[in-house]
């Protein structure tokens, strides 16, 4: 299997979002004005399928080839049929997210969902343009929750500034938000649980208020988490996330300089934030996330100063 994976990109239409995917990644997405905030590009849920293009493989979906190609993809350990461990999107956030937090393992079960611990990489930012991640020290579950019905839950978290280049690991059971002004590519565990908190007086798509979980929220919180490190934007290799569920490295290249992956070693996931890669098994631009299989050997060279971002480590 020495070709890479690439699947079609599935956009989904979110209120905080608007048209980035299309202008700043080239993305077709449904003409209008309606507003999209993700992209997903590498999935595998019963809701919501990636499928090939292109190869030997093309038309299946990444069900089918977990179910069919299991050992080649992930490595002889694999359980045949279970699913791709890792959700690749892109993050058009125009407007801010709701403060939320996914479920760690511990609690997930019990509340229905399922653990996600994600990382953002800071593609492009507008000047201004912050996140919020963590509660301040000290703030107690107590405070947390008479501030949310005070409506000032914002005063208990950790908001920063972030520019192009920066990346952060958030971890399960962390409260979060995105601020507007961020183009972010998101890599996370295989889980759409999210457990909003707060939306900020916002409406949905429909013109109603969005359901909020501050039940659930309040269970998945880790009250003694501290905030996470932002790693600023580096000209050499930097690990990003060293996690149980998966490490991400940043790899910016000269033109001319290679990138290469011996096969049998394991599976990853290769996503290219600038620049160019030229390999036998064909080309890849700025944007796109794909899938090296466990039993495929790659070599790609940069035809132009490029960034990528290499994933493993989640088998």
Request: overall charge negative; aromatic content about 8%; charged content about 20%.
């Amino acid at each position: 299997m020495n070709e890479f994976l690439r699947f079609v990109p599935l956009p989904q239409e979110r209120v905080w979002g608007g048209r980035a995917l299309e202008t700043a990644l080239g993305r077709a997405l449904p003409p209008g004005d309606r507003p999209f905030g993700e992209s997903w590009d590498i999935v595998d849920r019963p809701e919501a399928q990636s499928v090939v293009v292109g190869g030997a493989f093309a038309g299946l979906t990444l069900r089918e080839l977990m179910e069919q190609h299991s050992a080649a993809i992930m490595g002889p350990r694999w359980p045949v049929g279970k699913p791709f461990p890792i959700l690749v999107k892109w993050l058009d956030c125009r407007e801010r997210l709701s403060l939320q937090v996914h479920p760690p393992a511990a609690v997930a079960a019990k509340l229905g969902g399922e653990p996600k611990t994600e990382n953002w990489f800071i593609a492009a930012a507008a000047p201004d343009a912050h996140l919020i991640v963590g509660l301040k020290p000290g703030v107690t579950r107590a405070q947390f929750e008479a501030a949310v019905a005070a409506g000032t839950a914002e005063a208990c978290v950790n908001r920063f500034p972030v520019a192009a280049g920066d990346s952060v690991l958030v971890r399960s059971g962390t409260v979060h938000a995105i601020d507007g002004g961020n183009l972010i590519l998101e890599i996370q565990q295989n889980s759409d649980t999210t457990y909003r908190v707060f939306d900020w007086g916002r409406v949905g798509l429909d013109g109603k208020p969005r359901q909020l979980h501050l039940a659930e929220s309040l269970q998945a919180i880790r009250w003694d988490a501290s905030s996470p490190p932002v790693i600023k934007a580096g000209k050499t290799p930097n690990v990003l996330a060293n996690a149980s569920e998966f490490k991400i490295f940043r790899v910016p290249l000269v033109a001319g300089e290679s990138l290469r992956f011996a096969a049998g070693e394991k599976p990853r996931i290769l996503s290219v934030v600038e620049g160019h890669l030229a390999s036998a098994a064909g080309e890849l631009t700025s944007g796109d996330n794909v899938v090296l299989p466990f039993a495929g050997g790659f070599a790609f060279t940069a035809t132009e100063s490029a960034l990528v971002l290499t994933t493993d480590d989640f088998v």
